[in-house]
C-alpha cells in the first residue's frame, strides 16, 4: 500500500499567518491527490483534487501543489474558520490512502 | 440537494454482524464509484471499500478482506456494506462517500456517518 506521510502532525498559528503543510507518498502518484479539511464531529470536505485544483466553493486562499511524490496545502492568510484537521489522500493505486492529519490550532 | 445517508451502525459483540446502508439523493446514482470510508474514534481517515457503478468491481483494504462485502441497488439509489466477523478494531464511524467526477476517488459529497462499536 502507498503509505503518506503529513507533516507536521499539528501546530499553532495565529490568524493572518501563511501556513503551509506537506504530504509525501511513498511511492509516485502522478497528481492523484486530494486535501481535506475535518472539523470535529463533522464529515471531511474535499478543498483540492488532482494536487492543485480547487474543489468549487472552496475559498481562493487555499491552494495546492506537487505531482509525484512531493505536495503541499498552503492557505495564504489563516481564518478563524480554517482551525481544523486536514487531510491528504491518494486515489492513484488501491487501496486508497490517506496521511494521518494535520491538526492546525489556534495559538 | 446532493445527499448521502447513511443507517445500520450500532453496538455489536465481538464476531458478529452488521449491515450498514447509505441512501443517495440529488444525483445520478448510477453514474459513480462509491465508497465507504471509516475513522476510528480519536483517529484518522482509512478507506474501507469501493464498487463501480454497475458493480462488477469491488475493491478493499486488506484489514477487511473476506469480512466486508460491498454492494449497492441502483434501481433504490442505495449503497450497502455488509460486515460479518466484527472486530473491536472495526469500531468507528463509517461514512459513504462519492467521487467528484465518474472515475476519480476524492471525494466530494460525504454523508454524516453512522457509529459501529463492537464490544462485549
Known amino acids: 500500500a502507498i503509505r503518506m506521510t503529513q507533516s507536521p502532525s499539528s501546530f499553532s498559528a495565529s490568524t493572518g499567518d501563511r501556513v503551509t503543510i506537506t504530504c509525501r507518498a511513498s511511492q509516485g502518484i502522478s497528481s492523484y491527490l486530494a486535501w481535506y479539511q475535518q472539523k470535529p464531529g463533522k464529515a471531511p470536505k474535499l478543498l483540492i483534487y488532482?494536487?492543485?485544483t480547487l474543489q468549487s466553493g472552496v475559498p481562493s486562499r487555499f491552494s495546492g501543489s506537487g505531482s509525484g511524490t512531493d505536495f503541499t496545502l498552503t492557505i495564504s492568510c489563516l481564518q478563524s474558520e480554517d482551525f481544523a484537521t486536514y487531510y491528504c489522500?491518494?486515489?492513484?493505486?488501491?487501496?486508497?490512502?490517506f496521511g494521518q492529519g494535520t491538526k492546525v490550532e489556534i495559538k | 440537494e446532493v445527499q448521502l445517508v447513511e443507517s445500520g451502525g450500532g453496538l455489536v459483540q465481538p464476531g458478529g454482524s452488521l449491515r450498514l446502508s447509505c441512501a443517495a439523493s440529488?444525483?445520478?446514482?448510477?453514474?459513480?464509484?462509491m465508497s465507504w470510508v471509516r475513522q476510528a474514534p480519536g483517529e484518522g481517515l482509512e478507506w474501507v471499500a469501493n464498487i463501480k457503478q454497475d458493480g462488477s468491481d469491488k475493491y478493499y483494504v486488506d484489514s477487511v478482506k473476506g469480512r466486508f462485502t460491498i454492494s449497492r441497488d441502483n434501481a433504490k439509489n442505495s449503497l450497502f456494506l455488509q460486515m460479518n466477523s466484527l472486530r473491536a478494531e472495526d469500531t468507528a464511524v463509517y461514512y459513504c462517500?462519492?467521487?467528484?467526477?465518474?472515475?476519480?476517488?476524492?471525494?466530494?459529497?460525504w454523508g454524516q456517518g453512522t457509529v459501529v462499536t463492537v464490544s462485549s
Open positions: 489522500q491518494q486515489y492513484y493505486d488501491y487501496p486508497r490512502t
Open positions: 440529488g444525483f445520478t446514482f448510477n453514474n459513480y464509484w
Open positions: 462517500a462519492r467521487p467528484y467526477t465518474r472515475v476519480s476517488d476524492a471525494f466530494d459529497i
Open positions: 488532482a494536487a492543485s
